[in-house]
């Protein structure tokens, strides 16, 4: 039997600029269309950081939170 490789963890935490900019993101999506509708997050690692892109279902638009300020 081969052995087992351990599951990878996927952890992200928004900083307070990404997540003031999701929330009104988020805001003006309730606003227009009455419900938030659902949400795809797209984690890309760089080596030295994570490209971070939020994309709606409900508005086929997309959200980038990458901050590159950070890495």
Same mark, same amino acid.
């Given at each position: 039997?081969?052995?087992?490789?351990?599951?990878?963890?996927?952890?992200?935490?928004?900083?307070?600029?990404?997540? $003031?900019? #999701?929330? /009104?993101?988020?805001?003006?999506?309730? $606003?227009? #269309?009455? /419900?938030?509708?659902?949400?795809?997050?797209?984690?890309?690692?760089?080596g030295i950081g994570s490209g971070l892109v939020v994309y709606s279902h409900k508005t086929k638009t997309?959200?980038?939170?990458?901050?590159?300020?950070?890495?």
């Amino acid at each position: 039997m081969p052995l087992k490789m351990k599951n990878y963890e996927i952890h992200e935490v928004l900083s307070d600029k990404q997540q $003031a900019s #999701y929330d /009104e993101w988020k805001s003006h999506i309730k $606003a227009i #269309y009455g /419900e938030y509708g659902t949400f795809t997050w797209k984690v890309t690692p760089t080596g030295i950081g994570s490209g971070l892109v939020v994309y709606s279902h409900k508005t086929k638009t997309e959200l980038d939170l990458t901050d590159v300020d950070s890495w």
